[in-house]
């Protein structure tokens, strides 16, 4: 079981501290640390933290976009701190499937993201921080989305949550909406075997439900605070 | 609109988006902050669970609702047929620019504009409206959203309604007007007349005038 550390401060000032070199555990998260509503009077903020990765997300709108669509919002995604190709459209594509964009014609919601610290899965930590920080700003969702990476090792072997010194033969990025059971975004790099495919999937979903009872507990916490 | 509604139940129970909230049955409507889905009513944000009674067809409807806090909501983006407040920022030879405040009762969070066309100010005599005679900047108007413009416009919005038009009236001197009657307004210092296409909301003007002596 992952555990917690949602209730302190964010530790800015250890962001170069060097972690200490635990054997990487196959069934257990990196220490995570969550936090929405980071700004007193703004809504909207989150911040995440697993392991040494630590991601900012912050959320600008719905304001309007007089060239939008009519029909739904649009969203976009602004990366700060990270070579973003690689993932923006993955999260885009994941936040098109988290919120009610049909509320919000003609909007634009802005998420600005800041990758502090990148050891690794900084995809799992932003799809975490975005959709957090969504439902801080009171944007309608569908669910709460949790999210986990997953790596094949080459001895065939699955681990959860691989920092980027692991050496790895593949690794399967997950969301999901764990409550209405839906796959909101698949990112995965490397070779495997499609049997090896469905193992890791299934072994990353069963993983990602894992965060639910954190990112529940970050929520709840923000409401009684 | 729905006149008949009360606040019935507000619990103190906090739920987190995607919670099940109750199976669907015939007297559960799904409100704001809530949707619903595969037979359950489902919350959609993060906050505490309302229950409203409802009775505007003489039947008992329970409307469940989520609010982050306990005055309203935020972040509804206008709608075709709502009721929105604008403040009037400028106005030109076709149309004047207005920056949407509030959709129906709900105070908007971010920034939106739209237009109101000088044929949609009112519902008669189209053909001789002068916008200045109608509305001027810094007025605040009750409007109708008719439309979300095209590619490059704005929401369009309407006063063409009886009930709609000017609710709060600055003059071309700066200083507030008070209705005089349904066409013009009056300057509260100078007593200067103004013409403006004045919402006939009965109650609020009757307020208003009041609140004046």
């Known amino acids: 079981m992952p555990y917690t550390l949602s209730k302190v401060r964010i530790p800015l000032s250890d962001l170069l501290q060097k972690t200490s070199e635990d054997a990487p555990s196959s069934s257990s998260f990196r220490p995570v640390c969550f936090k929405i509503n980071l700004f007193e009077n703004k809504k909207g903020s989150a911040y995440v933290e697993i392991g040494s990765t630590r991601v900012l997300a912050q959320v600008v709108g719905p304001c309007e976009d007089s060239s939008g669509d009519f029909y739904e919002a649009q969203i976009k995604v602004v990366f700060s701190g990270f070579d973003e190709v690689s993932i923006r459209s993955q999260l885009i594509g994941a936040m098109r499937g988290l919120i009610q964009l049909h509320l919000y014609a003609k909007s634009l919601i802005t998420i600005n993201l800041t990758v502090l610290a990148d050891d690794g899965g900084v995809l799992q930590a932003a799809l975490l921080a975005a959709s957090m920080a969504i439902i801080d700003a009171g944007i309608e969702v569908l669910d709460v989305c949790v999210a986990c990476q997953v790596a094949v090792l080459p001895d065939k072997s699955l681990l959860v949550d691989p920092n980027k010194s692991t050496q790895t033969q593949a690794a399967l990025t997950v969301a999901i909406l764990p409550n209405l059971n839906q796959i909101i975004c698949i990112d995965s790099s490397g070779t495997m075997s499609l049997e090896e495919y469905e193992k890791a999937l299934e072994f990353a979903v069963s993983k990602a439900v894992k965060l639910y009872p954190i990112v529940r507990k970050t929520l709840f916490a923000e409401m009684n605070s | ?213």
């Open chain 2, 1 to 213: 609109m729905t006149s008949m509604e009360t606040d019935v139940a507000s619990s103190s129970r906090v739920v987190i988006p995607g919670e099940s909230l109750f199976p669907s049955a015939e007297d559960l409507r799904p409100g704001k902050g809530t949707y619903e889905l595969h037979g359950h009513i489902y919350s959609s944000l993060l906050g505490y669970v309302y229950v409203r009674e409802d009775t505007t067809d003489s039947r008992n409807i329970r409307v469940i609702e989520v609010r982050r806090n306990e005055e309203r909501h935020q972040h509804v983006s206008p709608h075709i047929g709502a009721i929105v407040t604008a403040k009037v920022i400028n106005i030109g030879p076709r149309y004047a620019k207005c920056q949407l405040l509030s959709v129906e009762d709900t105070i908007l969070g971010g920034d939106y504009t739209a237009l109101l066309r000088k044929e949609d100010i009112r519902s008669t005599e189209r053909d001789k409206i002068e916008i200045s005679e109608c509305v001027l900047p810094g007025d605040i108007l009750l409007a109708r959203v008719i439309s979300f413009g095209d590619t490059v416009t704005s929401f369009l919005i309407s006063t063409a309604e009886e009930q709609l038009g000017v609710v709060m009236a600055t003059g071309e001197t700066g200083e507030k007007m008070m209705t005089k009657d349904w066409n013009t307004v009056q300057g509260v210092e100078t007593g200067r007349v103004e013409t403006r296409k004045i919402a006939k909301v009965p109650n609020l003007n009757l307020h208003s005038t009041t609140k004046a002596k």
